[in-house]
Structure formats: structure tokens, C-alpha cells
């Protein structure tokens, strides 16, 4: 029997809010705003009838998702989102970081994050900004009117997950195919999954390549811990999917937002040295890695609820960030905040191993992009910009963008 006397007399809420304002690509659904001025922490009926939680809290998000108590283990989970006939996930494949919890987990992130080093972001660092301008320039060759995702935003995170896994140059195009085929919304889901093989797969074939033939590259510094083939080939993948769809989707929706708001691309223009503080509040602002979901492993009290073992709780990181008490007027796009503390990167032992990573990406791209264009704008009128369905990452399937020729 579900414990219901301590939910402060508050009926469960009937689902998840995924509905977003029309008109409004870049807020959550408003539902979650309603859900959080009532109650930061409340009780959540799932599509399979349990009855879990909803966080949308700032404060609570980030007490729940620093809790060991709390599990990231995907077959323990109930998940939120209705009408995907889905009820249960299987156990993490083998180098997912995300779906494990100690010691499994602990083993893996800290080989990683030994070496994710300052030499090695500041190596990638280079590279990103000769990734960007060779992009730009073909821009700038094409002519005035591109499709941003496809000639910008894709390719360039693309590129920087083949300088980190160590992808030889011939193989690139080959790579940069197959990731642009996993997130095509002209494929079919089975045509999407098959591209996702076939990485997989060249996963797998690279690591036993980089045993025999070590190059100055990620992959090629963990053949020499005691991750096996398998492992590594896992983490491989995993690091490829972490980083390729979220950064990419960031530079797209992060362009249109700035368009949609031109006095703060004017800010950036103006100081292109200000894009940390650009790239924190974008990724504020969009949280386009938008819900997150954690089981309690045994009872835990968080903001005066109980939260019963085995109960599941969906963790809303876009209303979280959006949370006035702790950023004051969140609705609006201010690249001149400090959005210090903001939930977009994950927080805890699963806070976002790339992190880094994807801040050199966008650290580079925005201010690359918006400098070399300033006259930049949509093609097309706001509300024909395909969006992407909001399941998992927030985006647009195209970002069709002109500028006026010199």
C-alpha cells in the first residue's frame, strides 16, 4: 500500500506535464511551473500506476540528485512519459554510465576522468577553433541561406568525438555519416537504430586497433587500465552518444534562442570574451537534457516528504532551472546572468563526465559563429522551425539561417 499521509493533503498529480506553451520553443511545459509555486517535491502517478514524484524544485532536484540513496540503475525504474507503450527498461549495456551506481560506477568515471585532463581540453581547445572556422568558410562559400544544423551544429561536435576517441582521418567521413544518420528525421526509426549499429560496431573495432597502434587520443590512454575490450568499446560508445546529440542540439537551439532575442546575440557580439557566461546561461535557459529520473534505495526524507524504498522520482531539470528561488526573473534569456548553480549538467556522481568538453565546443562556436555573421537570422519565420519531440534532448531537427553577403 502507497504511502499518501505525508503529501501534505495534496491529491498525486494524474501525469507528467510535457505540453510547452504554443509559440514558446524554449520553455518548459507550463504545467511544471503550476506544479512547483504549489509544491517542490510531489506525489506523480506514472503510466504504469505507480505512484512515485515529481521534482521541480531547484533546492530539491539537487538534494535528490547528490543522494547516494537515490539509484541511476535503469531496471529499477518507472518511467514518466505516457503513450510510448515502454513500462521498463532493461539493465545498462556495458560502459553506460549514466544507468549504474557504485562501484561500478566509481570504477569507470574515475579511469575516465583521470584522463580528461586540463592538456588534453586545452589540446581540443585548438582543434575546435580549426573545426569552426573550416565550417564557417564553408558557409561562407555556400552562400547565404544553410541549414545550421546540418552545415554548423552537427558536424563540428561530430568531429571533436572523432579527435577524442582517436578516429583515424580516413574513417571520418565514414563516422560523421553514420552520426548524422542517427538523428535524421528523413530516416526511419529502424534506419536510425541500424546507423547506431554500425557506430557501435566501428566502436569495436577501433579499440583492439588502438592496443596494437596507440595514438595521443582517449581511447588509446584506457588500453593501457584494466577496462577489457568489451568496456571499452561500451565507453566508447557511450562517450560518443553522450557527447554528439546533446552538444549538438545546444548549438542548434542556443542559435535559435539568441536570433529570437536579438539584443542578447548583439550582447555577444559585442563581447565575444563573455561566452563562458553566455554558453552557462544558454545552457540554464534551454536544459535541454530536460528530466532525469532516480529510485530510492531505501527511505529518505527530502523537503519534509518521505520518499518510501523502491519509489521512483522524475527529477524536471528544466523546471529546476527555471526555479525563482534561485534565479531571479528565470524566464528570461540573460546572457549577461551568472547562472551559477544551474542543474544542466547533471549534479552529483552522474554531473556530466564531457562537461568540459561540450563547454569548449560552445565557448567556441557561439562567438565563431555570430562574429563571422552579423547579420545572421532565420530563413524561415520562428514557428516553421522544425522542432525536435522533447523525450529525451531538447532541439530542432533544421535551423534554416541567411545573411546578407559583403
Given amino acids: 500500500m502507497q504511502h499518501e499521509q505525508n503529501d501534505k493533503h ?11 506553451p504554443e509559440g514558446c520553443p524554449f520553455d518548459p511545459p507550463a504545467g511544471l511551473a503550476k506544479v512547483r509555486e504549489q509544491q517542490p517535491l510531489i506525489r506523480m502517478r506514472y503510466p504504469d500506476g505507480h505512484l512515485g514524484w515529481l521534482a521541480t524544485g531547484h533546492a530539491a532536484a539537487r538534494v535528490i540528485l547528490a543522494d547516494p540513496r537515490f539509484s541511476s540503475r535503469y531496471e529499477l525504474m518507472h518511467l514518466p512519459i505516457p503513450g510510448t507503450g515502454i513500462t521498463e527498461l532493461p539493465p545498462a549495456p556495458i560502459g553506460d554510465l549514466t544507468g549504474i551506481d557504485p562501484p561500478e560506477h566509481t570504477r569507470y568515471r574515475r579511469l575516465l576522468t583521470g584522463k580528461l585532463t586540463v592538456r588534453r581540453m586545452r589540446a581540443l581547445t585548438e582543434r575546435v577553433e580549426q573545426i569552426t572556422a573550416e565550417h564557417l568558410d564553408a558557409m561562407e562559400r555556400r552562400g ?4 545550421l544544423m546540418e552545415a554548423y551544429a552537427q558536424p563540428v561536435p561530430a568531429l571533436m568525438i572523432c579527435e577524442l576517441l582517436g578516429v583515424p582521418g580516413a574513417d571520418r567521413e565514414l563516422f560523421q555519416r553514420l552520426t548524422a544518420e542517427t538523428t535524421d528525421p528523413n530516416s526511419t526509426p529502424e534506419e536510425q537504430y541500424a546507423a547506431l549499429a554500425a557506430l557501435g560496431e566501428y566502436v569495436g573495432e577501433l579499440v583492439p586497433a588502438k592496443r596494437t597502434d596507440p595514438t595521443d587520443d582517449l581511447l588509446s590512454d584506457l588500453t593501457t587500465t584494466d577496462l577489457t575490450d568489451e568496456e571499452l568499446a561500451g565507453i566508447g560508445s557511450f562517450l560518443l552518444g553522450a557527447g554528439l546529440e546533446t552538444t549538438a542540439n545546444m548549438i542548434g537551439l542556443g542559435t535559435f534562442a539568441l ?13 565575444p570574451g563573455a561566452a563562458d557566461q553566455v554558453v552557462e546561461e544558454l545552457m540554464r ?4 537534457a530536460h528530466t532525469g529520473i532516480r529510485v530510492a534505495l531505501e527511505d529518505v526524507e527530502v523537503e519534509g516528504q518521505l520518499i518510501k524504498a523502491g519509489e521512483t522520482v522524475t527529477i524536471s531539470l528544466q523546471a529546476a532551472n527555471r526555479d525563482p528561488e534561485k534565479f531571479a526573473d528565470p524566464d528570461t534569456l540573460d546572457v549577461r546572468r551568472k547562472a551559477t548553480g544551474h542543474l544542466a549538467f547533471g549534479h552529483g556522481i552522474h554531473q556530466c563526465l564531457g562537461q568540459q568538453l561540450a563547454r569548449v565546443e560552445m565557448r567556441v562556436a557561439f562567438p565563431a559563429l555570430f562574429g563571422r555573421f552579423p547579420t545572421l537570422r532565420l530563413a524561415v519565420p520562428p514557428e516553421e522551425v522544425p522542432l525536435r519531440p522533447s523525450m529525451n534532448i531538447s532541439g530542432v531537427h533544421r535551423l534554416p539561417v541567411t545573411w546578407d553577403e559583403v
Avoid: M
Avoid at 144 to 147: A, I, L
Avoid at 285 to 288: Q, R
Fill in 259 to 271: 536570433l529570437s532575442n536579438p539584443e542578447q546575440a548583439a550582447a555577444l557580439r559585442a563581447d
Fill in 144 to 147: 547565404p541561406t544553410v541549414d
Fill in 10 to 20: 495534496t491529491a498525486p498529480l494524474p501525469e507528467l506535464p510535457l505540453t510547452r
Fill in 285 to 288: 535557459y534551454l536544459s535541454i
